[in-house]
């Protein structure tokens, strides 16, 4: 079925530290994986996204890797700072189905100063 | 451009009432809207996906009867909420795909449902 993982649930780091966060997918025919940062009571916030036929993608501080074989994707977060906490979550996209997104459970970052 | 708009963005209602959520894209037009619910310190969770002029197609365990929706144009979809109970309280969300568009959706402010 349509499922997607993500680790950790909650994640502690110091200023200036990297952030990992991991998802898993269980449908091959996913095509595109979203990931989004939502801080509380707000609409989730698109900060990158890979298409499947690209193994890696980076914007400024921030980059994506996707691992078709595997169906695992990554989120990267370099020289964290505290504007950076907010619970970060991933998606799978299966196009095939109207497009629709599914979600990873969630990460909640804390960037401690 | 790709706004996605809610409304209402609150909405407190008594115990068996029905509530109307609409969602609207404001400069593009969408063939195919998703509703979402998210509940406190939880994930988006689907469900269902609007296609214009069409039924919509619901999430397992989701009532339809429940949970009614409704795409009438290619930028407006309304989720009604029908006989609402307390369990029903939670932030609903809605998104937007642009017709001709490849991935992404484009997401509303969300409405807070509170039911007494």
């Known amino acids: 079925g349509e499922n997607v993982e993500q680790h950790p649930s909650t994640l502690s780091v110091q200023e200036g530290d990297s952030a990992v966060i991991k998802c898993t997918y269980s449908?091959?025919?996913?095509?595109?994986f979203p990931w989004y940062k939502q801080e509380l009571g707000k609409r989730p916030q698109l900060i990158i996204d890979i298409r499947s036929n690209v193994g890696e993608k980076k914007d400024q501080r921030i980059a994506v890797t996707l691992n078709k074989t595997a169906k695992h994707f990554s989120l990267h977060i370099t020289e964290t700072q505290p504007e950076d906490s907010a619970v970060y979550f991933c998606a799978a996209q299966y196009y095939n189905q109207g497009g629709k997104l599914i979600f990873g459970q969630g990460t909640e970052l804390s960037v401690k100063p | 451009g790709a706004v996605v708009s809610q409304h209402p963005s609150r909405v407190i209602c008594k115990s068996g009432t029905s509530v109307k959520i609409e969602c609207r894209s404001l400069?593009?037009?969408?063939?195919?809207m998703f509703w979402y619910r998210q509940f406190p310190k939880q994930s988006l969770m689907l469900m269902a996906t609007s296609n214009e002029g069409s039924k919509a197609t619901y999430e397992q365990g989701v009532e339809k009867d429940k949970f009614l929706i409704n795409h009438a144009s290619l930028t407006l979809s309304t989720l009604t909420v029908t006989s609402a109970h307390p369990e029903d309280s939670s932030f609903y969300i809605c998104?937007?795909?642009?017709?001709?568009?490849?991935?992404?959706?484009?997401f509303g402010p969300g409405t807070r449902l509170t039911v007494l």
């Open positions: 400069d593009f037009q969408a063939t195919t």
């Open positions: 998104s937007a795909h642009q017709a001709g568009g490849y991935n992404e959706q484009f």
């Open positions: 449908d091959s025919a996913s095509n595109y």
